[in-house]
């Protein structure tokens, strides 16, 4: 049975989880996904896959029944205590069990993540946390023994491309196929490893190219986040130095005033150099996103891709509403 | 403080010479076979540089050079950091791990996790450097790679002086090396899954049309910004595009050695030794042999000073209104 988990990065997504029974119900229109339009609404879109891929797709088991809240990509977002509870709480109060999502983040990160583990590693359940750091994985493997840790899409590092989101690229030969279609985290030693320090799961994005692993009776279960694909992320922010005086644009240690929650980038790239005549221009995706530090695809994966996953140990749909930031 | 200079088929053993004269005391390559390409082409790289020019692609060649390092008693490491191989990749790797081995090479740099583990069985005697792509952003991920017996960390690009300063105060014993120079991107490498080789350029350098959007607090809607906004946003990323270092941008206001040199933290250096740091990597594979000299004297020129200030190392740069715009800098 394939759950169902709703992804909320930050306190400013509260209603997602407020009308939690609402995208479940909701009516999805087919609203295109096209700047150019003055009615442009970029995420409307992503409840309509919601609606056309995942309702079908799961037809008698289309409920939540976990949320994942924290911010992946940037130690800035690490959410507060405060928030934390709020959001768990109105889990308790619609029947929903918890997930907290962490960043990579410097020692400055840990300091704020340690009061959040506390608190969850005290709950009565022992709570999954996902991480995205090796560092926050040896602290919770050594620390917080009743919290459960799985590993984060960031962890995943399978290659992938936006431009060649509808054709991947020409003249690829089959053992480079196989590489992109596969995940090293299924080789022994990172099996042993991770799963002596309490790794049951590991998190895919869905990429261009297709997925080859198979986790059935691996011992491990995967998840799948939608339909959002991370590109790449850094440390460096162009949205958080918008307000910045000049010299202190793109620097680590001045801090940002959390623009991203503001504003998004849409990124349309330039037309192929060949004038238009190579086999990727047709996988030019127009699709990318940019908020604050990290880079999205939408991935439009249909019914028969995730259905196939599902036949393969990935059992977890992390269905992101929202640009994931 | 010893200078680590990234090395690749262009280089001659003459230039070893010329290199260490100017003060480069480590080396390190890849190296990618006609074997590796035929079956995976270069653009699943064993080292996350897919250009042959770029490292090594035949064994009589590496080894040459490797000889002429160790007989002025400097060192070279072999980098196998990708960040994925899968099985049937590791027959090839381990090959080229026996050979080397053989020919003397003095470590190794990975990322993956399986592959160290694997080294560590077969060649427990092999030194393990962690690659700067493994993403070691913190003190606890300094422990979780200490129970692999590495013996150095190559610390992030995206650290400030700070951060590893208390990395390195909370794990001590072990060798810290720092980029220097070269190959800065806003994009994390522990974190990048872009493809680099099946374009010309990868997509982070594409001339992108960028169109910002408000949110609207309604659920998940969004807004057109206002003028005033857009103008705002337009010069934030020009002046990010600088500091990406954008070809068609920089090209027209640096001169031919900034376009040699690039990105520096030469200005860093003391406050990296104060901080522990034993090595300065200048991420130099694929440059032109003139970049790397150009390079290793400069950073050899401020680890030797005995007044390593700023106004002597913008001196050094040679470029002070490059300096003075602050985004070619390592650790800002």
């Known amino acids: ?211 080859k692993t198979d986790f059935s009776g691996s011992g491990f279960s995967a998840s799948l986040y939608y339909p959002w694909t991370f590109v790449t992320t850094g440390r460096v922010c162009e949205t958080g130095s918008l307000s910045l005086e000049d010299s202190k644009k793109f620097r680590l240690d001045v801090s940002c005033a959390k623009e991203c929650r503001e504003y998004f980038a849409y990124w349309v790239t330039p037309p192929c150099e060949c004038n238009n005549k190579c086999e990727t221009k047709s996988a030019k995706s127009s699709y990318i996103f940019q908020v604050g530090n990290t880079i999205f695809m939408l991935c439009e994966a249909p019914a028969d891709v995730l259905r196939e996953l599902f036949s393969r140990g990935f059992d977890r749909v992390v269905y992101e509403p929202g640009l994931p930031l | ?155 992030p690009r995206h650290l400030t002086v700070s951060e590893i300063k208390e990395i390195i105060k909370s794990n001590p014993g072990l060798e810290y090396e720092c980029f220097i120079m070269e190959m800065r991107c806003a994009f994390e490498g522990a974190y990048c899954f872009l493809s680099h080789s099946w374009t010309q350029k990868p997509l982070c350098q594409e001339e992108n049309k960028k169109m910002y959007y408000k949110y609207l607090p309604s659920l998940g809607r969004a807004a057109r910004i206002t003028p005033a906004e857009h103008l705002k946003t337009e010069d934030n990323k020009n002046r990010y595009d600088v500091w990406c270092h954008k070809d068609s941008i920089v090209q027209t206001f640096m001169s031919v050695k900034d376009r040699y040199v690039q990105q520096c933290g030469l200005c860093q250096i003391a406050e990296l030794r104060k901080a522990g740091v034993n090595v300065l990597k200048i991420a130099a594979r694929g440059t032109e042999p003139d970049s790397k000299f150009i390079s290793v004297s400069m950073v050899k020129k401020v680890i030797s000073s005995p007044l390593p200030d700023e106004k002597f190392c913008k001196s050094v740069r040679g470029n002070p209104e490059i300096c003075d715009l602050k985004y070619m800098c390592y650790y800002r």
């Open chain 1, 1 to 211: 049975m394939v759950e169902l988990a709703l992804h909320i990065p930050g306190i400013r997504d509260i209603t997602f989880l407020e009308n939690v029974e609402g995208t479940l119900d909701g009516v999805y229109s087919d609203i295109p996904l096209d700047p150019s339009q003055d009615d442009f609404i970029p995420l409307p879109p992503v409840t309509r896959l919601f609606g056309i891929v995942l309702k079908p797709l799961l037809g008698k088991n289309l409920k939540f029944n976990r949320v994942y809240f924290g911010a992946e990509f940037c130690q800035c977002l690490i959410p507060s205590l405060e928030h934390l509870t709020r959001i768990k709480k109105l889990c308790e109060k619609k029947e929903l069990k918890f997930t907290f999502v962490t960043p990579y983040v410097t020692d400055f990160g840990i300091k704020q993540l340690v009061p959040i583990f506390s608190y969850l590693n005290s709950c009565d359940e022992n709570i999954e946390v996902v991480v995205n750091d090796y560092g926050i994985l040896n602290l919770i493997s050594r620390d917080y023994p009743r919290l459960l840790p799985i590993l984060g899409r960031c962890m995943n590092k399978m290659e992938r491309d936006p431009r060649f989101a509808k054709k991947l690229p020409a003249g690829m030969i089959p053992g480079q196929l196989r590489v992109w279609q596969e995940t090293c985290l299924t080789l022994p030693y990172y099996k042993r490893i991770l799963g002596e320090m309490g790794v049951k799961r590991f998190e895919f994005d869905i990429v261009p190219q297709g997925i």
């Open chain 2, 1 to 155: 403080m010893k200078i680590n200079v990234g090395i690749d088929e262009k280089i001659k053993e003459q230039d070893i010479e010329r290199l260490v004269t100017l003060g480069a005391d480590e080396f390190f390559c890849g190296i990618m076979t006609d074997a590796w390409v035929d079956n995976y082409g270069s653009q699943m790289s064993t080292n996350r540089r897919t250009s042959p020019v770029e490292q090594f692609t035949d064994y009589r060649t590496i080894k040459r050079i490797i000889d002429k390092i160790h007989s002025f008693g400097k060192k070279v490491t072999i980098v196998f950091n990708a960040h994925t191989y899968i099985e049937e990749q590791y027959p090839l790797l381990m090959e080229y791990l026996r050979i080397l081995c053989d020919y003397g090479i003095d470590a190794v740099t990975v990322t993956n996790i399986d592959l160290l583990s694997r080294i560590n069985s077969e060649h427990p005697d092999l030194p393990a450097h962690i690659s700067g792509d493994a993403g070691v952003y913190n003190s606890e991920a300094v422990r979780f790679y200490k129970r692999f017996g590495i013996k150095r960390i190559i610390l």
